[in-house]
Nanobody, 116 residues
Framework: QVQVVESGGGLVQPGGSLRLSCTAS????????MDWYRQAPGKQRELVAS???????KYADFVKGRFTISRDNAENAMFLQMNSLTPEDTAVYYC??????????WGQGTQVTVSS
């Protein structure tokens, strides 16, 4: 069993910042890629950012320059620093983990609401 838990979501005003965290635990034999996805009401889930075990990162165009992804391999943790938030960033943010052996795993999501 693998557990993936996100935290750090909440309500923030436009222009504000939030830091999301994700921790994976359980029957993991190493994590390859960790991703953040998001899903806004009525829209499909979309990739926000990803990071490999070696630290290579990729970002969706709509967050470049505003969001920063990072991870702590020793703790099986991943973070998303979100700055300059806009109402369009409102969504449920999901952590996605790809283990070398255990396969793919999703967290339950954390709500981010950007509103004045």
């Amino acid at each position: 069993q693998v557990q993936v838990v996100e935290s750090g979501g909440g309500l923030v005003q436009p222009g504000g910042s939030l830091r999301l965290s994700c921790t994976a635990s359980g029957s993991l034999s190493g994590i390859n890629v960790m991703d953040w996805y998001r899903q806004a009401p009525g829209k499909q889930r979309e990739l926000v950012a990803s990071i490999t075990r070696a630290g290579s990162t990729k970002y969706a165009d709509f967050v470049k320059g505003r969001f920063t992804i990072s991870r702590d391999n020793a703790e099986n943790a991943m973070f998303l620093q979100m700055n300059s938030l806009t109402p369009e960033d409102t969504a449920v943010y999901y952590c996605h983990v790809i283990g070398y052996i255990s396969g793919t795993h999703w967290g339950q999501g954390t709500q981010v609401t950007v509103s004045s």
